[in-house]
């Protein structure tokens, strides 16, 4: 094996910073092919004797270099935090899963304990999940408190190799005397859609330990919603809830009412671009009042309610003593909704925890129904994986050689030029959840 240049290393080690409970590579942009490659990271992990985390954000590991990788972490059965995101960039689909499958061996011949797995920002697809599924179920994760999954197009079937390896998981550590006990999950932007949010769903309600739950940006309607809130009532320690730029509607946000009278330790509550409507919001305010005395942050922001609506979230407020930020830009309430908003704010004491509304647009005359239609388009002709849609605005760098496969010809619900005519947050849904591909067609032809 070729020895290393020391000045190179040195170069290259140049402001990572090594304490003695971890090693982090973050942002330095190592192109770690080669077992050699790997030498700059292994060096540093022999030397470290308590290796509580290693993090390699911003790096590119091959399936060698990941390897060699392994082997230095075979020797360290303290570790415990994966800090991995981010470090597929440029890698073909082949590669990743067995890499992830050589770093989760390293993981588990050492008997390490791991309570934090990050893997965001990694474009390895449903097919990254069955290199990540072994080390899922291994005894490794018995003890995993956080699991960080963001922006990994995962899709339905992702979302369903996922829950399933999760519920072994849950199952084995179960009969060890030890149930899993997972405090966060974190999986936005994966077009889980209703049918992956269902699976996860089941293994949240298993579970029942989360504190908190994100997943925006997830296409999940309200069937999927309602799954997801039989689960909220089964994890009572909930206190961040996350599910912005998803469609829950009024529907999703009556089986959200009904769950969180179970959640009174909520602090966040982000339901930004849910499409709630005034009656959504009603129904949610009518269960935040007089309880959650916990809240910290609410967003309902960019939800087409009117000035109803608004004024009734206002009224749950007055007896949160810890809020210190109300998001409810980008609604229909109109120049005198916005100003009773405002004054029922200074009544109560709460004016400063109101963000802009500057976006507040005029209250609209349509049925309140109009969004309900939308809602009821998507589950009558549910969309699939096979459909192509999961990887919609999918933002990872990747490959020329996809990591996943390119989606299928597109499902057209509602014509580009009946949106370009009258163009609505409501037309805009109705195109579907590839809207932004039908979009850009549209403008090419």
């Not at 790997?38 to 954000?57: G, P």
């Not at 390490?112 to 449903?126: I, V």
């Not at 989360?210 to 009532?233: D, K, T, V």
């Not at 109560?348 to 129904?369: T, Y």
Request: with cysteine.
């Amino acid at each position: 094996m070729a020895s290393l240049n020391i000045d190179s290393l040195t170069s290259a080690l140049e402001g990572t910073r090594v304490s003695d409970s971890g090693v982090s590579f973050a942002g330095k942009s190592l192109k770690l092919n080669t077992e050699d490659d790997a030498k700059q990271v292994t060096n540093e992990i022999d030397n470290c004797s308590n290796l509580q985390f290693l993090n390699l954000e911003g790096n590119t590991l091959g399936v060698d270099a990941s390897k060699e990788i392994a082997k230095s972490l075979e020797k360290h059965p303290e570790f415990k935090r994966a800090l991995w995101k981010d470090m597929f960039t440029g890698r073909m689909k082949s590669e990743i899963p067995q890499a992830l499958q050589y770093l989760g061996n390293g993981l588990v011949a050492a008997g390490a304990k791991l309570t934090e797995l990050d893997l965001s920002d990694n474009a390895f697809g449903p097919i990254g999940v069955e290199g990540l599924a072994s080390l899922l179920r291994s005894s490794s994760c018995y003890q995993l408190e956080e699991l960080r999954l963001n922006n990994n197009g995962l899709g339905i079937t992702g979302g369903k190799l996922l829950a399933s390896a999760l519920t072994d998981c849950y199952k084995c550590s179960k009969e060890k005397g030890k149930p899993l006990a997972l405090r966060v999950f974190i999986a936005g932007r994966n077009r889980l859609e209703n049918d992956g949010a269902k699976a996860l769903a089941a293994v949240f309600k298993m579970i029942g330990t989360l504190e908190e739950i994100a997943m925006p940006q997830n296409g999940i309607y309200h069937p999927g919603i309602s799954a997801l809130s039989e689960a909220f009532i089964a994890n009572e320690n909930l206190q961040i809830l996350n599910l912005n730029d998803n469609t829950i509607g009024p529907k999703g946000a009556e089986a959200i009412a009904s769950a969180i009278v179970n959640n009174q330790h909520l602090k966040e509550i982000n339901f930004g671009d849910c499409l709630l409507k005034t009656k959504g919001t009603l129904l949610l305010a009518d269960a935040l009042k007089d309880t959650h005395l916990n809240l910290e942050e609410l967003n309902l922001g960019f939800n087409e309610m009117k000035k109803d609506g608004g004024l009734e979230i206002v009224d749950a407020m007055a007896n949160k003593s810890k809020l210190k930020n109300l998001i409810l830009d980008g609604n229909q309430f109109g120049e005198e909704g916005k100003e009773l908003i405002k004054k029922k704010l200074k009544e109560i004491g709460k004016f400063n925890v109101l963000g802009s509304l500057d976006e507040n647009e005029s209250e609209e005359s349509e049925d309140e129904e109009d969004g309900e239609g939308v809602e009821e388009e998507e589950d009558d002709d549910e969309v699939t994986e096979e459909g192509g849609s999961e990887n919609d605005e999918f933002d990872v760098k990747h490959s020329d050689e996809e990591v996943f496969a390119a989606p299928s010809p597109l499902k057209v619900q509602f014509g580009v030029k009946e949106f370009l005519e009258t163009p609505s947050a409501n037309n805009y849904l109705a195109l579907g959840p590839n809207r932004i591909e039908i979009i850009v067609k549209e403008a090419k032809t």
